[in-house]
């Protein structure tokens, strides 16, 4: 099926552990984000990519990184994790068709740092 | 930055009933989406409307830009429409800001 393929969906870190969660797309969009959502909130933007090769910081980056491996592959990169770090992360592409954004979620990743 | 208000924070209704969610924002923007939460935490797409009004169903979205708010009319709502709905904008290219969410709650 069509979509953005989150993995894992759900893990859990220690403290100062490192990962990768990694997004999927197969619909061909370019832009491609990363969003963190935390109990009782909105989603707040993490980066994005508006295209291949190119990536930018959203609202809160601060402990994060990311790749833009390709055109479907966008991923993201705890290198220390922080207890602050847990919540549900998201994964999502969009695009602009016949002058209409629609955009793709992620099923979502949820992290637990202990 | 931009902000995103969006209210009542929590609504309960009784199948059939309908809602009115409201979505104010502080700046001009490009773009405004709404978005349903399921209770299961997919998020849908349910509109892209920075202007005008749209329907789709028994879902219908005004923005009136001009004013800087946006409607999300739901009408004889029934269980299937619980979960958060959210409305987002993007007043930089690539940069969809979220609203803090509304939380519908449909009971038989």
């Known amino acids: 099926n069509a979509g953005v393929t989150q993995t894992p969906k759900f893990q859990v870190l220690k403290t100062g552990q490192s990962m990768t969660l990694q997004c999927a797309q197969d619909?061909?969009?370019?832009?491609m984000y990363w969003y963190r959502q935390d109990p009782g909130m909105g989603l707040r933007l993490i980066y994005y990519?508006?295209?291949?090769?190119?990536?930018d910081k959203g609202e809160v980056p601060n402990g994060y990184n990311v790749s833009r491996l390709n055109k479907r592959e966008f991923s993201l990169r705890l290198e220390s994790a922080a207890p602050s770090q847990t919540s549900v992360y998201f994964c999502?592409?969009?695009?602009?068709?016949?002058?209409?954004?629609?955009?793709?979620f992620g099923s979502g990743t949820r992290l637990t740092v202990v | 930055g931009i902000q995103v208000e969006q209210s009542p924070p929590d609504l309960i209704l009784q199948e059939g009933a309908n809602s009115t969610l409201r979505c104010n924002f502080s700046?001009?923007?490009?773009?405004l989406q709404w978005f349903h939460q399921n209770p299961w935490g997919q998020l849908i797409n349910l509109f892209y409307?920075?202007?005008g009004t749209k329907q789709n169903g028994r879902l219908s979205a005004t923005t009136v830009a001009t004013e800087r708010y946006s409607l999300l009319y739901i009408s004889s709502s029934q269980t299937t429409d619980s979960g958060v709905y959210f409305c987002?904008?993007?007043?930089?290219?690539?940069?969809?800001?979220f609203g803090t969410g509304t939380r519908l709650q449909v009971f038989p």
């Open positions: 999502a592409s969009s695009e602009a068709r016949q002058g209409e954004y629609g955009y793709t």
């Open positions: 619909m061909n969009h370019n832009s």
């Open positions: 990519s508006a295209s291949e090769g190119t990536t």
């Open positions: 700046d001009s923007v490009n773009n």
């Open positions: 409307i920075p202007s």
């Open positions: 987002a904008v993007e007043p930089d290219t690539d940069k969809l800001i």
